[in-house]
Each structure stands twice: as C-alpha cells, then as structure tokens.
C-alpha cells in the first residue's frame, strides 16, 4: 500500500481571514445587543456600541507601518 500524500491548502491569507471574522463579530454583537437592549439595556447597549467600533476600525491594522530597525 502506498502512503498517500497530504496536502495544506490555505485559500486566503490570515489578513483576510481575520477582516472576515472582524466584520461577522461586528454584524453578530450589533444584532445581539439590539436584541438584549429590548430587555436589558445596560448589558446590550455596550455589545452593539463594540459591533459598531468593529465594523468602523476594521482594517486599521493593515495600515499601521512596520516597525523599522
């Protein structure tokens, strides 16, 4: 029997991947504190005051400069 070989593939970069999540936790805390807003406010007005910073700053890491030596 002949050993198969195992490949990785990797379809987007973790950059991507990461402004992908940022963008989906954005839209679910948004939705998720408008929901508990309606019958808690002090706990659902903060979870859609962070979706809506995620989805304002999402990308800002990208333009950061690197750190020159």
């Given at each position: 029997m002949e050993m198969e070989k195992i490949r990785t593939i990797i379809p987007k970069t973790i950059t991507e991947l990461g402004m992908q999540n940022q963008v989906r936790w954005g839209i679910a805390l948004i939705i998720i504190g408008?929901?508990?807003?309606?019958?808690?406010?002090?706990?659902?007005?903060?979870?859609?005051?962070?979706?809506?910073?995620?989805?304002?700053?999402?990308?800002?890491?990208e333009n950061i400069e690197p750190i020159k030596e």
């Open positions: 408008i929901l508990l807003a309606l019958l808690v406010p002090f706990f659902g007005i903060p979870l859609a005051v962070i979706g809506a910073a995620l989805l304002i700053w999402r990308g800002r890491e």
